[in-house]
């Protein structure tokens, strides 16, 4: 088991409790604006207009750091513009891979912290940021940090909390509690179904939306049933197929589809859909992250949604992903010292502030106040975080790649592949996988 990232995604909980409990980020440093530097080579000082480049996921469109009133800010205060390079979600860790590899980098790259150390080598290719002047005002660096270092930048400490995210109004206008088990989920999407209404949207267009149900509910049983198993997994004693629950949470999965709850074109709707199905008030539910709550929020201010544990046992617990949506500087970028300037402006106390307050954000730095929370993310709190009824989902003790596994799960939506099948097939990639990354006992 890697310990250090045991230890990392456990603090990211740990962390977001802390300070979400306290409500506040106030205190502690106050060396306020720095986006002005010191770095050098800004376009700014040269009087010549630069243009970085910044690469994100269109799935991830809604990210506090794109924002266009903040980049037009940024440009009119350093005179350094941000053209966004969007990438097809499916595609978003193989694009990047290939051009760090060709020594094509962007000059930010926006990532979830646990995958770029695995499926991005963190250390060879991205920048240690530790003597940046807005560490000194982090809060929980654990978030932000990996192998004793800080190589991303967030204003927040907030970690994704991923299940089933549904809609309040229709849930109270059909009578309808949360489910407690699988049978109860299935009962709430037949009267869902019966008022005319889609229980459930899959957007498995884009594969790692598949997962969503699976690593909630491979890690809740585990840590219930069996705890020693990512470890055993991760040196090589174990393997995904020798647990016959999992068969059973995949197959789940797919007699949501089969039942006729979802959407009729699972592989070909996509997660940018997604916000508008629940505007328009086609759906009820999706197996999803909190931060798609956020999305719809931004929109309709008023739509009421919420999240509940994927209901593949009983009294299942929230996932709890680690950290998502940080931004990276590679080591090969073509104008270091201005990415270095678009962290220090998004970390200065007035736009942080900004952000956070936009976003319902809990604060990481400790000039910036934390806003009172949203009530679906007070709920997460009260219901979920502080009774600990959480688990890290399967993602955050997996050392390598996940791509491959999420297109075994579209295999299976196909029809191609049964449940026994994806795993064992996942089995072989996954062992590839870890002897390709040299980790003993593969």
């Known amino acids: 088991m890697n310990i250090q990232k045991k230890r990392m995604t456990t603090m990211i909980i740990a962390g977001f409790l802390s300070v979400s409990l306290a409500a506040c980020g106030s205190g502690g440093s106050k060396s306020g604006n720095s986006a002005e530097g010191g770095n050098g080579g800004s376009g700014g000082a040269s009087g010549k207009k630069v243009t970085i480049?910044?690469?994100?996921?269109?799935?991830?469109?809604?990210?506090?750091?794109?924002?266009?009133d903040l980049l037009d800010e940024f440009e009119k205060k350093t005179n350094i513009h941000v053209n966004l390079q969007l990438i097809p979600a499916e595609q978003t860790t193989t694009v990047l891979q290939t051009k760090l590899a060709v020594e094509e980098a962007p000059d930010i790259i926006?990532?979830?912290?646990?995958?770029?150390?695995?499926?991005?080598?963190?250390?060879?290719?991205?920048?240690?940021?530790?003597?940046?002047?807005?560490?000194?005002?982090?809060?929980?660096?654990d978030v932000l940090s990996a192998n004793g270092h800080v190589y991303s930048f967030h204003v927040s400490q907030d970690t994704g909390m991923q299940g089933v995210v549904y809609n309040k109004q229709i849930f109270e206008d059909l009578g309808l509690s949360i489910p407690q088990n699988f049978e109860e989920f299935l009962q709430v999407c037949e009267k869902i179904k019966a008022g005319g209404i889609t229980p459930v949207f899959m957007p498995y267009k884009d594969a790692w939306a598949a997962n969503i149900w699976p690593a909630a509910a491979f890690?809740?049983?585990?840590?219930?049933?069996?705890?020693?198993?990512?470890?055993?997994?991760?040196?090589?004693k174990r393997k995904w197929s020798d647990i016959p629950e999992f068969k059973t949470f995949l197959q789940q999965q797919y007699d949501v589809y089969k039942k006729g709850y979802t959407n009729a074109d699972v592989l070909s709707d996509s997660y940018d859909m997604a916000v508008g199905k629940f505007l328009n008030k086609e759906v009820a539910m999706m197996f999803m992250g909190d931060w798609l709550i956020e999305g719809v929020a931004q929109q309709d201010p008023n739509m009421k949604l919420?999240?509940?544990?994927?209901?593949?046992?009983?009294?299942?617990?929230?996932?709890?992903?680690?950290?998502?949506?940080?931004?990276?500087?590679?080591?090969?970028?073509?104008?270091?010292?201005?990415?270095k300037e678009f962290l220090n402006?998004?970390?200065?106390?007035?736009?942080?502030?900004?952000?956070?307050?936009?976003?319902?954000?809990?604060?990481?730095?400790?000039?910036?106040?934390?806003?009172?929370?949203?009530?679906?993310?007070?709920e997460i709190v009260d219901n979920y975080i502080t009774p600990k009824k959480t688990v890290l989902?399967?993602?955050?003790?997996?050392?390598?790649?996940?791509?491959?596994?999420?297109?075994?799960?579209?295999?299976?939506?196909?029809?191609?592949?049964?449940?026994?099948?994806?795993?064992?097939a996942w089995d072989e990639k996954f062992s590839q996988l870890m002897k390709d990354k040299e980790i003993a006992g593969f």
């Open 219 to 236: 890690a809740d049983f585990a840590a219930k049933n069996d705890p020693a198993f990512f470890d055993d997994l991760n040196s090589n």
């Open 306 to 339: 919420g999240v509940f544990p994927i209901p593949s046992s009983e009294g299942a617990s929230l996932g709890a992903s680690p950290l998502g949506g940080q931004l990276f500087i590679p080591k090969k970028a073509k104008y270091l010292n201005e990415a």
């Open 53 to 68: 480049e910044l690469a994100i996921s269109k799935s991830s469109q809604d990210s506090a750091f794109i924002q266009q």
């Open 110 to 141: 926006q990532y979830n912290l646990a995958s770029a150390t695995t499926d991005l080598n963190l250390e060879r290719n991205f920048e240690i940021l530790d003597n940046e002047a807005w560490v000194s005002r982090i809060q929980n660096k």
């Open 393 to 424: 989902t399967s993602d955050a003790y997996m050392l390598v790649d996940r791509s491959e596994l999420y297109r075994l799960l579209q295999d299976q939506f196909a029809g191609g592949l049964t449940p026994e099948e994806v795993l064992k």
């Open 345 to 378: 402006f998004m970390a200065s106390k007035e736009i942080a502030q900004k952000i956070v307050d936009s976003k319902g954000y809990v604060s990481n730095l400790s000039d910036v106040t934390t806003p009172a929370l949203p009530e679906y993310k007070q």
